[in-house]
């Protein structure tokens, strides 16, 4: 009897060792290095999965989460929840900053999404009639940029001060009495059927299945004030800027292998900034 008590303390000893070990081997080791970045669907999360493996070779892990809207994904940087986001422009930023009381800030602008004139019930800019309705974005700063489209082509005509907010109340000019039909962002293209024509931010049209070179009327020139002006960004908490994932993410997404994979994947609907 003694001596299985002895062999079964020599076993609990040689055990306890053995787990004692991988324990301290396991404190040697370096520790994951996670970036969170929230995300909307396209083309930002499929920009970011391309990134993945580049940002592994470094020694990073790229954790993505996709959101819908663009409330939460700033939300969430806010509260230290993620790292940083990418879905957003340098004026929604400021909007939402100056709205929401946040304390965001550009990281690094990656690329550009011309807004582009579809067709609805019409197919022609000259087809427009009295009381014709256009679907616009509703928040304040896509709703400025689709008004500035809508008079860049003729069809109303805004205060000279109303910049980039700009609203339906700023129009001083209407030859036809377009109804502005305002729409969260989202839903725009699911009215397609029902108005003579959208104005789509770029990510909600390609998620319609809409080419802004081959099916939109009209869009902004990638030379535009537009394009400098609406450049999508990876926005951070005031602070973490210059943090070493956030550097390296900003390093990798500016690279030569997104770069050409922007340009063969979206058909000039997204252009690298």
């Excluded at 003694?2 to 000893?13: A, D, F, H, R, W």
């Excluded at 929401?100 to 022609?124: D, R």
């Excluded at 008079?151 to 109340?169: C, F, K």
């Excluded at 997404?253 to 340009?263: A, D, P, Q, T, W």
Aim: charged fraction near 20%; proline fraction near 3%; charge should be negative.
């Amino acid at each position: 009897m003694k001596q299985k008590v002895l062999v079964c303390g020599l076993t609990i000893s040689l055990l306890t060792g053995i787990l004692s070990g991988c324990g301290n081997s396991g404190q040697n080791e370096e520790a994951v290095k996670t970036i969170k970045v929230a995300a909307s669907v396209t083309p930002h999360s499929e920009i970011l999965e391309v990134a993945k493996p580049l940002l592994e070779e470094q020694g990073w892990v790229l954790d993505v989460t996709i959101f819908n809207d663009y409330i939460q994904p700033n939300l969430v940087v806010e509260s230290g929840d993620f790292d940083a986001n990418y879905f957003q422009h340098i004026p929604y930023l400021e909007s939402f900053n100056d709205e929401q009381k946040t304390n965001l800030v550009n990281a690094g602008g990656i690329h550009y999404e011309p807004f582009g004139i579809y067709p609805g019930k019409k197919s022609a800019l000259a087809d427009l009639e009295a009381g014709d309705v256009i679907a616009v974005p509703n928040d304040t700063t896509n709703e400025a940029r689709a008004l500035q489209l809508l008079q860049a082509n003729g069809i109303i005509v805004l205060r000279e001060d109303a910049g980039l907010t700009a609203t339906i109340h700023d129009i001083m000019e209407n030859p036809l009495g377009i109804e502005i039909l305002e729409l969260e962002a989202a839903q725009v293209s699911r009215v397609m059927d029902e108005v003579a024509f959208v104005v789509l931010n770029g990510n909600f049209a390609m998620q319609a299945g809409l080419s802004v070179g081959k099916d939109s009327i009209a869009y902004e020139s990638a030379d535009s004030e537009a394009a400098r002006t609406y450049v999508n960004v990876i926005a951070v908490k005031a602070g973490n800027e210059n943090n070493d994932g956030i550097n390296i993410l900003i390093n990798v997404l500016k690279s030569e292998e997104i770069r050409k994979y922007i340009v063969d994947t979206y058909d000039g609907a997204v252009i690298p900034y």
